[in-house]
């Protein structure tokens, strides 16, 4: 059984950074690992998606150049560390897990069985 526990949103101002944490229990190693987000009234949409090794990632275009994905597979823990935040960044963030993905990586969102509660991200401008 997969957990994954979201930490780190916040209230910020536009042009500020946040880090967000997604600690995993249970066996992620080999897992895909993404951020997904959500805005009120809107569909749940890929942020970023990152593979077991951490050699291969996925970006949304609205978010490229500006967020990093990252993986720290020794504490089972993904990182979504963002900067130049915008009004439009506002949402709630998940991260979640897909596995037998193999080396590959996977934005599809039914591919992710395992989903964290969510951790709300507010940008004002």
């Known amino acids: 059984q997969v957990q994954l526990v979201e930490s780190g949103g916040g209230l910020v101002q536009a042009g500020d950074s946040l880090r967000l944490s997604c600690a995993a229990s249970?066996?992620?190693?080999?897992?895909?690992m993404g951020w997904f987000r959500q805005a009120p009234g809107k569909e749940r949409d890929i942020v970023a998606a990152i593979n077991w090794s951490g050699g291969t990632t996925y970006y949304a275009d609205s978010v490229k150049g500006r967020f990093t994905i990252s993986r720290d597979n020794a504490k089972n823990t993904l990182y979504l560390q963002m900067h130049s935040l915008k009004p439009e960044d506002t949402a709630v963030y998940y991260c979640a897990a897909a596995p037998n993905q193999g080396n590959l990586i996977t934005t599809a969102l039914p591919a992710y069985d395992y989903w964290g509660q969510g951790t709300q991200v507010t940008v004002t401008s």
């Open positions: 249970g066996r992620t190693f080999w897992f895909v």
